[in-house]
Structures are given as C-alpha cells and as structure tokens.
C-alpha cells in the first residue's frame, strides 16, 4: 500500500460524563447529619443486633425494613484495613501517595472506605485508632468528612 | 397507615462531570484528511482505484472492494443538502458536557464532484429553519482557528 505514514498523527481528546447521583431518603439523612450536625448516623437491626454505617433501607441480612431505625455512632473509629494508593492517574481525590482506609465507627458494625490522612503512609496500621475531620465547605456528600485522622 | 403526610425531608443530590482524557491516532488517511482541513482549507477524499467511487470521511481500504484507496481529489467547497435534521433536543457535547444550543440543523451534504455515496455530516448554520430542505446548496465555512479536527470545519452555510 502506497499511504504515507506521516500523515497519521494523535490527538488528544476526552470525553466528559455529566452525572446526578440522588442519595434517596435514607443516603440523604445522612449526608445532612454529616453537615449541619456533624453527626455519623447508621441504622440498627435489632433482630441481627448489627448497626450498618453507611446506613441502609433494608437490613443486609434479614431483610427487614430499617426505614427510622437510626441510631447516632462515634465520630472515632479503628482501622480494620488499608491500601496505600501510589500511582498518579487523574481524578483521584489526591496526589499519591495516600491512604484509603476501612474504618469501623464506634458503635458501628461495619466499615466504610475513606481517605486516611497521618502523615507518612508507613504509619498506618490496622487497629489504629482515628477520628473524622469534618469539611469547612459544603460538600453535600460524603466528602463532609474530608478525611480521617490518627487519634493522638 | 397515618393518614398525616411525612414531614418534608432534604432529599441530596451530588452532580458531577467526569472528564476522562483519550488519545486517538488519526491513522494515515484520516490524518491526511484532518491535516488538508487545517492546512490547506480543503476537504479531501480518497478514490478506490477499482470502483472509483470516493470514500468521505476517507479510510484505508475501498469498503467495497476491499484494495487500497490511493487516489486522493478535492471535494466541493459547495454542494447540496441531501438530507437534515432539526435538532431540539441536544444530548451533551463529549468534549465539554456542555449541550449546544438549541434548535440547531445537522445536514449530509453531498459535495459537488462526489463519485459514489459519500455525503459529509456537519452543521448548517441556518438563521432561517424554514428556508431548510433538500437539494439545497451551501458552501463550507472554515473555523478562523484550526486544529486538525473536524471543527476546523465551522458549518455550512446556505448560499443564498
């Protein structure tokens, strides 16, 4: 084939996504605890006495409706695992490297995934104790916990 | 059941755009294409030397006789709308989310000299929707600006 090969050349593109995420009734209890209280809310099950963080409408388990089951846990929590992020790609919330971490709440059942931040990613450890470091910017997500800290 | 409604609650929603960065090579013939648009302000097509029918946007190969399109011509700058749509609704823009403003007229145009099926798609800048329709003639306008993409094709414009 007789094409020239130096005509070919590459070009940046990107594609941009728009999305809405609605939290629902339950997602959105939360978030505004969160932000005008400052306040970590689950929902308990009583028949599996398990309290789900974040909560949900309907218990993993048995099933039943947990619709104004809330219940307030701790702002602290321990690490029960993490993951040391250390390659950059775009959009990731930080320049690596960081931490993301599973902290169960006091009071909690079970963990949620959040950025850890104290200092030198070789301090962390599971069973570390740290506690919420809430946003000064209204986020209206999860972000109102801008990240977690180690309790000294 | 109670027969009093809930008390209203702040329901959230968090809105975001992702932007997810792609690289594209234009290959050899797409890039001499892009390259002729930003260059020289002519819309080139390749021939198959078989068939001799143009392929618009080019490609490599002859899609119907499968050989290599080589031959290389000018097509337009004017021809004739072969077909259109008026949009009112426009889904967003890849490269920005943003969406264009509405109502706007995206029209195959088959440019003068074409051999064969291969009508160009753009945009008609159409200050007069009504004076739309097919077989209506219009002239390529280039963007002041060229990259070596398609928007360095700007629209067709009606020739009045």
Not at chain 1, 26 to 31: N, P, V
Not at chain 1, 56 to 71: H, K, M, P, S, Y
Not at chain 2, 19 to 40: C, H, I, K, W
Not at chain 2, 43 to 58: E, K, S, T
């Amino acid at each position: 084939m007789e094409q020239k090969h130096e005509w070919a050349y590459v070009i940046d593109g990107k594609m941009a996504l728009p999305y809405q995420y609605f939290a629902g009734a339950t997602g959105s209890a939360f978030i505004v605890a969160l932000r005008d209280r400052k306040k970590v809310l689950g929902v308990r099950c009583e028949r599996c006495a398990k309290t789900f963080i974040p909560p949900r409408q309907t218990c993993e388990r048995c099933f039943r409706d947990l619709t104004n089951a809330w219940v307030e846990v701790g702002t602290e929590g321990v690490v029960t695992g993490f993951t040391v992020v250390r390659y950059a790609e775009p959009y990731q919330p930080k320049q690596p490297p960081y931490v993301l971490a599973l902290v169960q709440l006091d009071g909690a059942d079970t963990p949620i995934a959040h950025l850890l931040d104290c200092g030198d990613p070789s301090n962390t450890h599971v069973g570390m104790r740290v506690r919420a470091v809430f946003s000064d910017e209204r986020k209206d997500n999860i972000l109102e916990i801008r990240h977690f800290e180690a309790v000294a | 059941m109670s027969n009093t409604a809930p008390p209203a609650q702040e329901l959230t929603v968090s809105r975001q755009v992702l932007s997810v960065a792609q690289r594209f090579s234009t290959g050899p013939a797409m890039g001499r294409f892009l390259q002729e648009l930003r260059d020289n302000r002519r819309i080139m097509a390749n021939r198959c030397p078989q068939c001799g029918r143009h392929q618009l946007p080019p490609r490599e190969v002859c899609a119907v006789c499968h050989v290599g399109a080589t031959g290389w011509e000018e097509l337009g700058p004017e021809g004739a709308v072969r077909d259109f749509d008026i949009v009112y609704y426009s889904s967003p823009d890849p490269l920005t989310g943003e969406t264009r403003e509405t109502p706007y007229v995206a029209v195959w145009v088959d440019l003068d000299r074409t051999c064969g099926d291969a009508p160009l798609w753009h945009l008609l800048h159409a200050p007069d929707l009504s004076k739309v329709r097919r077989g209506l003639r219009v002239r390529v306008v280039f963007a002041e600006r060229r990259s070596g993409a398609m928007s360095d094709i700007e629209h067709f414009e009606i020739i009045e």
